[in-house]
T-cell receptor
């Protein structure tokens, strides 16, 4: 079945630094990838949608310059949290969708802690 | 705009008992409905999905869900719960599949399932 690999699973960084999270589709071409943020005991909040080769579409209230998304290939999308602050600490999850349209496969998530 | 409501934040059932998790959706066209399960600190695993056809959908781990258009519901059921089913369950709605583009999913707030031994 479709597999999405997300790395790292956990990262701790200092305030003011940048962190990159990778999301790879291992056995299918992901025409569309989604990035979510999940707060403790809360639902998933969609941050942005990225299509390969084009700029990401951000949801209202999500800072584009803060959360940089790159979808350079059909198997890789990255989320970079720039100048991270403690309030950016959260669980980030990516999801990928193939060209056939069926199914959204999720990565295993990244726990970001900014200290 | 599409939306999903999961009215039960927490549910506790005894092992071996039946389970039903409620999900109501709001969507203007034909919905694409999903149930996902999430264990602590993990990503989401797809239990089942509905797009068209038979309104009773079978999924993994013995779960099933029934789409009822008249009630805008997609409740998840399992006849006999196992202790390993304890997790967070999310219902989600998405746009029709073959329209291309983003077709983002909208998630409910989740239901935390606790299983008593």
């Amino acid at each position: 079945g479709a597999v999405v690999s997300q790395h790292p699973s956990r990262v701790i960084c200092k305030s003011g630094t940048s962190v990159k999270i990778e999301c790879r589709s291992l056995d299918f071409q992901a025409t569309t990838m989604f990035w979510y943020r999940q707060f403790p005991k809360k639902s998933l909040m969609l941050m942005a949608t990225s299509n390969e080769g084009s700029k990401a579409t951000y949801e209202q209230g999500v800072e584009k310059d803060k959360f940089l998304i790159n979808h350079a290939s059909l198997t890789l999308s990255t989320l970079t949290v720039t100048s991270a602050h403690p309030e950016d600490s959260s669980f980030y999850i990516c999801s990928a969708r193939g060209p056939g349209g069926y199914g959204y496969t999720f990565g295993s998530g990244t726990r970001l802690t900014v200290v | 705009a599409q939306s999903v409501t999961q009215p039960d934040i927490h549910i506790t059932v005894s092992e071996g008992a039946s389970l039903e998790l409620r999900c109501n959706y709001s969507y203007g066209a034909t919905p694409y409905l999903f149930w996902y399960v999430q264990s602590p600190g993990q990503g989401l695993q797809l239990l089942l999905k509905y797009f068209s056809g038979d309104t009773l959908v079978q999924g993994i781990k013995g779960f099933e869900a029934e789409f009822k258009r008249s009630q805008s519901s997609f409740n998840l059921r399992k006849p006999s719960v196992h202790w390993s089913d304890a997790a967070e369950y999310f219902c989600a709605v998405g746009a029709e599949v073959f329209t291309g583009g983003g077709n983002k999913l909208t998630f409910g707030t989740g239901t935390q399932l606790k299983v008593e031994l």
